[in-house]
T-cell receptor, first 114, second 115 residues
Framework: EAGVTQSPTHLIKTRGQQATLRCSPI?????VYWYQQALGLGLQFLLW???????NRGNFPPRFSGRQFPNYSSELNVNALELEDSALYLC?????????????FGPGTRLTVL | AQKITQTQPGMFVQEKEAVTLDCTYD???????LFWYKQPSSGEMIFLIY??????QNATEGRYSLNFQKARKSANLVISASQLGDSAMYFC????????????FGSGTRLLVRP
């Protein structure tokens, strides 16, 4: 069974540009979560999508947005990039909304903003 | 608000010995889930073990076991017979029981296994 996949592995952008990160969940999983892990910091919750809808978002500005497609894959968009957006962005998928289902993480996309 | 605390920024352990990584949590919800993840230098978060608040027994998964002390609100991870490949960051996390079901992570513990 294929795990969660993310692309690209690395992404280098300059300030003010836009970045698009992609995530494919495990087959059969409908929930997708996005987390940001800045250098030296823990993981911070960004966004949650389930059944094609944005269900919840963390304490991030509106320039962080995304969507979930009918096949449950997801896209994270970061507009007007700032230096502090440099981080590892991790996507996780879960079978459904049950609180007892573990989240399986992808390998992450490392975004560098110059 | 729910909170996870990991007080050990770094730990050393000799190969083949056991090590305990500490995790305490704070929640007012009677129903919750606790998770441990391993993050190697590659960055991927690897699920290790899960403990539900109503589980009667401590969770075990191979060399990993969870020392769950509900009254003390602690969920320590025990790794037995440490291996060099166990060197990594370890994160304790709690599943939010509000409408988001997001994970709240601790700050992590970096474990280094010495040969």
């Amino acid at each position: 069974e294929a795990g969660v996949t993310q692309s690209p592995t690395h992404l280098i952008k300059t300030r003010g540009q836009q970045a698009t990160l992609r995530c494919s969940p495990i087959s059969g999983h409908t929930s997708v979560y996005w987390y940001q892990q800045a250098l030296g910091l823990g993981l911070q919750f960004l966004l949650w999508y389930d059944e094609g809808e944005e269900r919840n978002r963390g304490n991030f500005p509106p320039r962080f947005s995304g969507r979930q497609f009918p096949n449950y894959s997801s896209e994270l968009n970061v507009n007007a990039l700032e230096l502090e957006d440099s981080a590892l962005y991790l996507c996780a998928s879960s079978l459904d909304r049950s609180s007892y289902n573990e989240q399986f993480f992808g390998p992450g996309t490392r975004l560098t903003v110059l | 608000a729910q909170k996870i605390t990991q007080t050990q920024p770094g730990m050393f352990v000799q190969e083949k010995e056991a090590v305990t990584l500490d995790c305490t949590y704070d929640t007012s919800d009677p129903s919750y889930g606790l998770f441990w993840y391993k993050q190697p230098s590659s960055g991927e978060m690897i699920f290790l073990i899960y403990q539900g608040s109503y589980d009667q027994q401590n969770a075990t998964e191979g060399r990993y076991s969870l020392n769950f002390q509900k009254a003390r609100k602690s969920a320590n991870l025990v790794i037995s017979a440490s291996q060099l490949g166990d060197s990594a960051m370890y994160f304790c996390a709690m599943r939010e029981t509000d409408s988001s079901y997001k994970l709240i992570f601790g700050s992590g513990t970096r474990l280094l296994v010495r040969p």
